[in-house]
C-alpha cells in the first residue's frame, strides 16, 4: 500500500524521532537494530510499532519473528499489541522486558484469539 506524502512524512518523522529517542535511550547499537526492523517492514507505517516489539519481517506470507527468542508471528495487526503478545509468549525476551503485564492482560480473551491465529512457533 503506497503512502500518500504528508503520512509518509509523518511516519517517517514519528520513524526519525523514535531512532533519535532509543539512541540516546539504550545506545547506538539498539538504535541501528531498531532501524534495521523497522526497514524490514514494507508497510511503513506500521513498521515502527512490530519494530519496537521487537520482530522483524519475513517478507513471506505477512510473517516475522524476533531474532532474540525465535518467535514467529503470521497475519498479526499493528492494533494487536504485538508488544503485549510477544511478551505473553516469550516473557523472558530481553525485547519486551521493559513490559509489565498485568493478569487482566494474559487472561485477556483478545490476546488469547491473536495468539491462536498468529503464533507459529519457534
Known sequence: MALDLLTFLQVSEEIN???????????????????????????LEDALCFALAGFTATRYLDT????NC????????ACDYPDIIHKIITPDCSMVNHILLT????????????????YIGK
Not at 516475522?64 to 531474532?67: P, Q
Request: aromatic share 10%; net charge negative.
Open 70 to 77: 525465535f518467535i514467529h508471528l503470521k497475519g498479526i495487526e
Open 64 to 67: 516475522m519473528y524476533c531474532e
Open 103 to 118: 493478569e487482566e492482560m494474559v487472561l485477556d480473551q483478545d490476546h488469547s484469539e491473536i495468539i491462536n491465529s498468529c
Open 17 to 43: 524521532w523514535a531512532i533519535a529517542h532509543y539512541a540516546n535511550l539504550r545506545g547506538e547499537a539498539y538504535a541501528s537494530d531498531l532501524l534495521e526492523r523497522v526497514e524490514s517492514f514494507e508497510n
